[in-house]
């Protein structure tokens, strides 16, 4: 039976998702130094705990979403490892690429910490823009639409009948106002992510990823920009290097994990929203959530 484990972003977390991976090994050292490298208290903030002052202290801040996801999410790999638990292949989406990359021991958890770190405040940085989810549509009618409008790009391609449009407030809107759907809905984030208004944060993000040595994947990675399956480090950091200006194929992800014959769907971290879109995408895939300890039989 083939297994893939795949890495859910942002619009996973939720309050309280870290006391689920508490009693984890190593969980509160991992805590610990996230709260070292970020300067504020990230277990607190991820009970809702957190007071007022000049340090973000929202979850929902990327700035605190990023490396909160990343710690709990890679809490859960470990404890995998520990049990002898192996992948076909690994995937994440948005900044789940970090988490899968982790998985397949091609950084370190330090590492991967620093890397979301810098990734979230680069984004925090990079404002203005906007980015709504559009539902039901005709592909054809969408891309038209896309390609014939200036300033807006799909950030997130998740399915057949669900993407993410990133752009120009004025853009998005107008593609959202022209298209046929069944829905469009704006998200209520700080800048147009996936696109290519975020290059100046990608050029940032891009100079410290040179400065990070990566190690061959132990199992095949399927990345954002191209989700086909990699082990080579130098080829997984340069797909990393694009990912914050182009969109998160995950359509295609799926498409690519059925090719290679995965019948069972891990989804490490809180939510199951890459198991609802897999449920629609994949007829016959086994779907299995794993967000804490419990769902790990401790």
Known sequence: MSIAWVFPGQGSQKVGMADAVLSLPGAEERFALASRLLG?????ICRGEAGD??????????????????????????????????????????????VALYAAGVFDADTGLELMQRRSELMAGAGGGAMAAVIGFERSQLDELVNATEGVVIANDNSAAQVVLSGTADAVAAVGDALTC????????????????????????????????????????????????????????????????TGVRWRETMLAMGEAGVETLVEVGPGAVLSGLAKRAMPGITLSQLAGADDLGL
């Open 182 to 245: 069944k829905r469009v809905i704006p998200l209520a984030v700080s800048g147009a992510f996936h696109s290519p208004f975020m290059q100046d944060a990608a050029d940032a993000f891009s100079q410290h990823l040179n400065d990070l040595a990566f190690e061959d994947a132990r199992v095949p990675v399927l990345s954002n920009t191209d989700p086909t399956p990699c082990v080579d480090a130098v080829e997984l950091k340069r797909r990393l290097h694009r990912q914050m200006i």
């Open 40 to 44: 504020r208290d990230l277990l607190a």
């Open 53 to 98: 002052g000049d340090d973000p202290v929202d979850l929902n801040d990327t700035r605190n979403t990023q490396p909160a996801l990343f710690v709990v999410e890679s809490l859960i790999v470990d404890e995998l490892r520990r049990q002898g638990r192996e992948p076909a292949l690994v995937a994440g989406h948005s900044l789940g690429e970090l």
